[in-house]
């Protein structure tokens, strides 16, 4: 009598019921990272790394909105995500005007729904040396990568206490911690925004809002293009080799590294993680930085 069969079935059934733990166990698991159903609005992502940050939301699941300064950069962002089969929600606004965002957040809310996710990303920057960089200048870095995530933090939170909870992810900087030449003004911004994150953490967590930031490292996009720029004899610009033998990854980051994070910290599984940076930089930060050869 062949006693093979019956152990054979005895061993599917036992398997099948182990994996279907396991199965349920991963559907779990990926559940806490899931952002199924929730508005996402990642400000001045039509390209860089908001754009990268509104692809992965995607993915998990957000519905994505964006803005950009004037129609027409509105719709190449609507073709570059509709590329990527993504059907975002573009507006034209200038985060810097207070009435302008009150205007977005109520047809966002009207036609998107209440924003659950906030990513405060829209940054310029003016590489100018402090003693030559006009009070103007130094004012309008101030107004777009610090007093933009104030009012639009202000203008979201309201729904988001009301709907029982949110997350606002406010996009650092490693010049949230360290200064260099010519950023004054850039690092007196990103360093504010930090603190602003602390005090958003602070006053709404208790409404279960979490508030944290991300602090990415020299990623490759139009922002720092400059600093990667070859040199007239095709050498690599200075700042670039700089940069890269300071980086223990040994390259400069890409905006999709910040996907991954970004989704992280919009989503349930960091419902108790509040008023921190999250530093996506490649290590630079922990590393005294190579010997030169
Ligand atoms: P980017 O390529 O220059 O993109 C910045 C985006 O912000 C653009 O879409 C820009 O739109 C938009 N924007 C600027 N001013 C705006 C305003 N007043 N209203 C609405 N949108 C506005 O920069 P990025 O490298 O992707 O950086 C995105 C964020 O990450 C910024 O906050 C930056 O400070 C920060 N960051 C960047 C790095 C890096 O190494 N790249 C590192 C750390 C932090 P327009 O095209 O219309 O100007
Ligand atoms: C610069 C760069 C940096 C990066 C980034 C580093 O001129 O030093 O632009 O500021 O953009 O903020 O985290």
């Known amino acids: 009598m062949c006693y093979c069969i019956p152990i054979i079935k005895l061993y599917t059934i036992i398997n099948n019921v182990c994996n279907r733990g396991k ?16 508005v996402a ?15 992965a939301m995607a993915e998990a699941g957000g519905k994505i ?3 950009d300064i004037r129609q027409d950069l509105v719709d190449k962002g609507m073709a570059a995500y509709e590329a990527e089969g993504i059907q975002a929600h573009g507006y034209v ?52 990568d610090l007093n933009a995530p104030f ?9 988001m206490i009301k709907k ?27 360093g504010g925004l930090k603190m602003l994150t602390r005090n958003i953490a602070s006053e709404y967590g208790e409404y279960n809002i979490q508030c944290n930031g991300i602090g990415p490292g020299y990623i490759a996009t139009p922002q720092t293009a400059p600093l990667r720029e070859k ?49 996506v930089d490649g290590g630079i930060q922990a590393y005294i930085g190579k010997q030169p050869s």
Request: a negative charge.
């Open 65 to 67: 909105v964006f803005n």
């Open 231 to 279: 040199q007239p004899d095709g050498s690599r610009h200075p700042f670039d080799q700089f940069i890269v033998s300071k980086t223990p990854a040994g390259r400069w980051g890409e905006a999709s590294d910040l996907g991954g994070p970004a989704v992280f910290l919009a989503s349930a599984a960091s419902d108790f993680v509040n008023g921190q940076i999250l530093y």
């Open 151 to 159: 009012i639009v933090s202000k203008a979201v939170i309201p729904a």
């Open 164 to 190: 029982g909870g949110g997350k606002i992810i406010n996009i650092c900087s490693m010049m949230s911690e360290f200064g260099r030449e010519t950023v004054s003004a850039y690092a007196a911004a990103k």
């Open 41 to 55: 609005w990642i400000t001045g992502a039509s390209y860089g790394i908001g754009f990268s940050i509104a692809k």
């Open 93 to 144: 606004c200038d985060v810097t005007d207070e009435n302008a965002v009150n205007q977005t957040v109520e047809t966002i809310e009207k036609e998107v729904g209440p924003v659950d996710i906030l990513v405060n990303n829209a940054g310029i920057i003016k590489r100018i040396p402090m003693i030559e960089m006009s009070a103007a200048d130094f004012r309008q870095v101030i107004d777009v």
């Open 23 to 38: 199965e349920k166990n991963q559907m779990d698991y990926t559940k806490n990272y899931s952002l199924e159903g929730k």
